[in-house]
Structure formats: C-alpha cells, structure tokens
C-alpha cells in the first residue's frame, strides 16, 4: 500500500482516486479549499497532479516544501482552449508543463504519464478494442518504475507501457492533446488513446 495524494477533484482526479483506492492504496483527494494541497502533498508519499494544465504550475511551484523528495506524477495538460471550451494551442509551446514542474522544482521526481487519452482509459485501458499506450517521460529511473507499478495497479499490461526517456520527452506527448478536439468532433466523444501500433 502507498499513500497517494491527487490535486484536483475533477473528472481526472476523482477517476484515479477511486482506481487507486479500489487497488488498495491509501488516497487523499485534495480539493481547492485554502491548505488543502499542502497538507496532501505533505503527507503523500506520491503526489498525482491533476489539477487544469492552465494553472499546474503557478499551484505546484507553492508546494516546493511539501513536494521535496517525493514522486510527482504529472497527468495534466497546460492548454489555451479554444472558443468550444477544447484544447486549441499549447501554453509551453517548445517546452512542457512537466518541464517546467521539473524545473520549479528541482528537489521533486516529476514523471509524465496518462495523457495521452480521455479519461476514462487512464483507469480501464482494457476498455479499448485495441491496445493503448502509457508513455513515460522522467529524469528518475526508480520514480518511473514507481510509477509502472501504479499503472499495472490501473490495469496496465507492463509491455503497454514505453518510457519515452528524459522529462524533454513530454512534449512529444503534451503536444498530442492537440489531436484531441479533432477527434472528438470526428467521432464524438468515445474513449480512445493515442498508442504506439507495432
């Protein structure tokens, strides 16, 4: 069992939470109330963020104290939407949200993963007709496999999951939210993730 703190009472947030607890972790969701984050993150011995992309930082960067030495899983998207409330351009364009965590906070274990794909899969990838992919981007090798055994919590088979390298490797799949707004008004809103056929 690993005590767990999400950031962020969301759709997101609240779908891993319930995944996590059902795995048999210990989970504190962290609402917007004043002190909330702080003392999940403080308490945590990994921290999952998914709080809107538009505001990750300036929220994290905070929790520079209560997020040393811990794991840092960064689900979140840092978008400008677009007038249909969807993804229309990114806000670290030639960077990333993860890098730009990893930068703030030096002291922190940030690795990227889950999204890629609507929310839905992130806790039921078997929902899919055909295989689905959960990348992997961090400087931290022991954070990353920290980070695989979660997954495999979640119902991730280990050879659907490919670490993609360094935290720079995030911008390859942040920018892959770009697909999204398209594909949703193609083909309505279905689950679906972007994989890796092989």
Do not use: C
């Amino acid at each position: 069992m690993t005590t767990i703190a999400v950031l962020g009472n969301g759709r997101v947030g609240g779908n891993l939470a319930t995944a996590l607890t059902r795995a048999g972790h210990e989970v504190t969701v962290a609402d917007r109330t004043p002190g909330a984050a702080a003392d999940a993150a403080r308490t945590a011995q990994i921290v999952i963020n998914a709080t809107p992309g538009d505001g990750s930082l300036e929220r994290l960067a905070a929790l520079r104290d209560e997020l040393r030495d811990k794991v840092l899983v960064d689900v979140s998207n840092a978008t400008v939407d677009g007038p249909d409330g969807m993804p229309a351009d990114l806000i670290y364009p030639g960077s990333s949200l993860a890098e730009q965590l990893q930068e703030a906070l030096p002291e922190t274990r940030v690795v990227k993963t889950l999204n890629t794909m609507l929310f839905p899969v992130m806790t039921a990838p078997t929902m899919l007709t055909q295989t689905p992919t959960a990348f992997l981007s961090g400087e931290d090798p022991q954070a990353k496999q920290t980070v695989r055994e979660l997954l495999t919590d979640l119902g991730w088979h280990k050879d659907w999951i490919t670490d993609l390298g360094g935290i720079q490797t995030a911008r390859a799949t942040e920018a892959a939210i770009l697909f999204v707004p398209h594909v949703i008004r193609s083909t309505g809103f279905t689950p679906f993730a972007i994989s890796i056929a092989r």
